[in-house]
């Protein structure tokens, strides 16, 4: 059961990571030079989360993760792990960004913004469970 619940964390991470990071790159590039930072990611943030709630319900279906509250947790716990650490890496070798700058980040109003995504996204599979 623990192996299929991690497996379901990994692709719902890939798929949800995937999409998130293609907009990022549209929103620094394209968006937020026109509107500023912090509506730029209210505009990225509700499609991130539509694509996260659609892939949590995929990904739990496909790898038959039980509905049950402690499952569901240990699937967004797992994916939100990846993203936190994948995040962090890419931050400090792909952009050379110190961990403390990475962190006070999240102290900006686009930064909490995101931050609380992040955690909608470890929480989506949770959210997303359907009872029968």
Same mark, same amino acid.
């Given at each position: 059961? /623990?192996?299929? !619940?991690?497996?379901?964390?990994?692709?719902?991470?890939?798929?949800? =990571?995937? *999409?998130? #990071?293609?907009?990022?790159? $549209?929103?620094?590039?394209?968006?937020?030079?026109?509107?500023?930072?912090?509506?730029?990611? +209210?505009?990225?943030?509700?499609?991130?989360?539509?694509?996260?709630?659609?892939?949590?319900?995929?990904?739990?279906?496909? #790898?038959?993760?039980? $509905?049950? $509250?402690?499952?569901? *947790?240990? /699937?967004?716990?797992? $994916?939100?792990?990846?993203? /936190?650490?994948?995040?962090?890496?890419?931050?400090?070798?792909? #952009?050379?960004?110190?961990?403390? @700058? @990475?962190?006070?980040? =999240?102290? !900006?109003?686009?930064?909490?913004?995101? +931050?609380?995504? @992040?955690?909608?996204?470890?929480?989506?599979?949770?959210?997303?469970?359907?009872?029968?």
């Amino acid at each position: 059961m /623990m192996r299929r !619940t991690l497996a379901a964390a990994a692709v719902y991470f890939a798929i949800v =990571f995937s *999409l998130a #990071f293609a907009l990022g790159i $549209a929103r620094t590039l394209v968006v937020a030079p026109r509107t500023g930072d912090v509506i730029a990611v +209210l505009i990225e943030t509700p499609i991130i989360l539509l694509v996260s709630w659609f892939a949590a319900r995929w990904c739990a279906r496909r #790898f038959a993760v039980p $509905a049950r $509250a402690p499952d569901r *947790l240990v /699937m967004g716990l797992a $994916a939100f792990s990846l993203l /936190m650490t994948v995040e962090t890496v890419l931050a400090l070798v792909l #952009f050379s960004r110190p961990l403390a @700058q @990475q962190l006070a980040a =999240f102290g !900006t109003p686009a930064g909490a913004i995101g +931050l609380l995504a @992040q955690i909608a996204f470890g929480l989506m599979p949770l959210l997303a469970a359907r009872r029968r």
